[in-house]
């Protein structure tokens, strides 16, 4: 129930946004910003949806954690430094990543404070295009001009493999094991499967990735792709790649994973990283002829408008770039279309990163798509290898590709794996917005010596030009 409402007190809202994660939330402030009244529906006790609760943040601390566990282990000596027995107080480490997630949800309670957006706790069934019945301690009917679907996405299931939440799990069980397993494997080579079996691999465990397709992140540009298995690899990392999961069975061991054309694997935990799918149950979109896909993702056009005049959907939910980042631009763009007539989300440029150690980040369009499509392209490569930033850090592997169109010389992709890759990918973002040429970011002044010189000599590099390579 709202605060400050009575328990069967009817609102009249501007919006009500179902769901709190980095599109719901992002577009309620947007909306109160512009003057209007905003209700927010949320089943969990805290605010910030997957992402913050049990996703981008929680793992990014684990990240953190794990790769500093790992660099005393192993990196220090190089520069002089010179460590005692180094130990791991695994509690300690997620104690971190619980105050890390606790401040950020009351930081975002305290902006729907600030902002005067009425919050309620439980679950949200359209009525109709002005109605939404809401059910937590108590049930209440609420009227609104405009609802807006933010319930976002779920870990994906796969056929004959069923998640026990103990040792056949999903990514939220793997951000708080009390123990360092002896040996994980991880179905799927995504994002979210390198990353999560790269804070365990650095933790200790044993950690086999298996993957149906033939290669890592499937939907990278493939020289990138590659670097990230030969990388991964060099870690510790052990890949099983063209294999097809047959079924998982508890043993008493752990878990026993069949594989077929290969012998099975004895693992102690099993996390299924497939991918995810849209959270639409108990909402009453479909019962009341809303359009979803052949996959269960809401349809929307251009405004975010679905096929159910007054209701509005965004992020997880509507499928493409299943990333917060890209919800939180379509809220915002969403609400501006809503009241102002204007709001715009460039589909073209949505960057994308993998925080494993090298970092991966891209944006834009692969060498291999736009080739498929006929587009005439040239590239331009460089190493960090050659970079004095990188050398000085001791953090030298990787490279950023740059593509551009053959005739136009306009940036239609940019793809790095290497140190803080997900950082230096904003300039490319930004050229990107700005229909830049890879000329552009080539005769721009970058700092030296600073690890973004690497994105311009791969500028330059697409001439022949680059002066360090």
């Known amino acids: 129930m709202a605060a400050g409402m009575s328990e069967n007190e009817k609102g009249q809202y501007d919006l009500l946004v179902i769901g709190s994660g980095p599109g719901g939330y992002v577009a309620a402030i947007r909306a109160a910003q512009l003057g209007k009244k905003v209700a927010c529906v949320e089943k969990h006790s805290t605010l910030g949806g997957v992402c913050l609760n049990v996703g981008c943040i929680p793992s990014k601390a684990l990240l953190e954690s794990s790769h500093k566990y790992h660099e005393c282990r192993t990196a220090m000596e190089v520069h002089g430094i010179r460590v005692g027995n180094i130990s791991l107080d695994l509690a300690a480490m997620m104690a971190r990543k619980d105050a890390i997630v606790k401040n950020l949800t009351a930081g975002i309670d305290f902006l729907f404070k600030k902002n005067r957006i009425d919050r309620f706790y439980g679950t949200a069934r359209i009525l109709d295009n002005k109605g939404v019945e809401i059910t937590g301690e108590n049930k209440l009917n609420v009227r609104t001009k405009a609802v807006l679907i933010a319930t976002g996405s779920k870990a994906a299931a796969l056929p004959g493999v069923e998640l026990d ?6 990514s939220t069980e793997a951000l708080a094991f009390a123990a360092v397993p002896r040996h994980l494997v991880v179905i799927g080579a995504g994002a979210v499967g390198l990353e999560m079996g790269s804070v365990w691999q650095r933790l200790g465990a044993e950690v086999t990735v298996v993957e149906y397709l033939d290669r890592v992140l499937p939907t990278a540009d493939r020289d990138i792709s590659k670097q990230a298995l030969r990388l991964l690899k060099k870690q510790g990392m052990k890949f099983l790649l063209g294999s097809k999961i047959e079924g998982v069975e508890r043993t008493g061991e752990g878990c026993r994973v069949a594989i077929s054309g290969r012998e099975p694997i004895i693992a102690e935990k099993v996390l299924v990283a497939i991918g995810r799918t849209p959270c639409t149950e108990g909402l009453g979109f479909k019962e009341l002829g809303g359009k979803t896909d052949r996959r ?25 770039a299943m990333l917060a980042h890209k919800a939180s631009e379509e809220g915002v763009a969403c609400v501006e279309q809503l009241f102002t007539g204007y709001g715009h989300v460039n589909y073209q440029a949505v960057p994308s990163i993998v925080y494993t150690h090298p970092e991966m980040a891209s944006v834009g369009r692969t060498e291999e798509s736009l080739k498929e499509e006929g587009v005439p392209v040239k590239t331009g490569i460089f190493y960090f290898k050659a970079n004095g930033r990188a050398l000085a850090l001791g953090d030298t592997e990787g490279l950023i590709k740059i593509i551009a169109h053959r005739d136009s010389d306009r940036i239609l992709g940019v793809h790095i794996i290497g140190p803080q890759a997900g950082d230096l990918l904003a300039e490319a973002v930004v050229a990107m917005e700005f229909s830049a040429s890879s000329e552009d970011l080539a005769r721009a002044f970058h700092s030296h010596p600073t690890l973004s010189e690497v ?3 791969a500028a330059l590099n697409i001439d022949n030009a680059a002066i360090h390579g």
């Open 165 to 170: 939440g103990t040792h056949v799990i999903s």
């Open 296 to 320: 269960g993702f809401i349809e929307v056009d251009s405004h975010w408008q679905t096929s159910l005049p007054g209701v509005y959907a965004i992020g997880d939910v509507i499928g493409g």
């Open 455 to 457: 994105l311009k000599e």
